[in-house]
């Protein structure tokens, strides 16, 4: 009987990590979908208060607006691509830069899926002080930071120091839970939908790593005959 197959056992690390944290975003859909009383009054709650805070600190509304336009999904992505354009050219990682621009790629189309699915409305806010279109669950932005930080993490990883691990690190993170603020505090999205959002991208950039190089760096088992 031959050893079992490297690949495989990394495959089935990504999908259990992809599942595992996806799980609390099938749990949160469900629980959108149904309307379920208590996740509504949390998400109402803390966006009445949230937009409250934003609409009496005017220079943060403005902050804030100005976050929203940079961290739309077409910039990030754009930037992370001219960033795989570089790490290819300079350091001649190809294959890695590939797959961070197309991990990316699928998880801001995941998350487009994820919205026709659950079709969630928008948060409705007395003296609304930004709108958006579309489905608000799960949120995009949120998606698309998390995503976006986490790649470049891996992505830069082999490149950097100690420090700059750490700085990467930190930096992705922040941008992430910022963005997620950013969403709740102008009333375009319901907590749970960052919250989503946040998990959904983490759980498709984190399963298409533990693919990606459980792939490439563990010669396939020959079977011997």
Same mark, same amino acid.
């Given at each position: 009987m031959p050893p079992p197959d490297p690949r495989q056992r990394a495959l089935l690390r990504a999908t259990a990590f992809g599942v595992g944290v996806s799980l609390p975003v099938v749990v949160l859909a469900y629980l959108v979908r149904v309307e379920a009383p208590g996740l509504a009054r949390l998400d109402d709650e803390a966006i009445a208060a949230l937009t409250s805070f934003t609409r009496d600190h005017p220079a943060l509304f403005r902050g804030l607006l100005i976050w929203q336009e940079l961290l739309r999904p077409i910039w990030v992505n754009l930037a992370v691509g001219v960033l795989c354009l570089l790490v290819w050219r300079r350091r001649g990682l190809g294959s890695r830069a590939l797959w961070a621009i197309v991990t990316l790629l699928a998880a801001w189309a995941l998350q487009v899926g994820a919205k026709g699915l659950v079709h969630r409305a928008r948060p409705e806010v007395e003296d609304a002080l930004e /709108?958006? *279109? #579309?489905? !608000?669950? *799960? !949120? @995009? /932005?949120?998606t698309n930071a998390a995503a976006a930080a986490l790649v470049t993490t891996i992505l830069l990883w082999p490149l950097l120091g100690t420090r700059g691990k750490v700085t990467v690190a930190i930096a992705g993170g922040t941008v992430t839970l910022l963005t997620a603020a950013d969403r709740v505090m102008l009333g375009v999205h319901h907590p749970s939908d960052v919250v989503a959002g946040i998990l959904l991208g983490t759980a498709m950039v984190g399963? !298409? !790593?533990? @693919?990606? /190089? #459980?792939?490439r760096t563990q010669p396939r088992t020959e079977e011997v005959t």
């Open positions: /709108h958006a *279109p #579309g489905s !608000s669950f *799960p !949120s @995009g /932005h949120a399963a !298409s !790593s533990l @693919g990606y /190089h #459980g792939w």
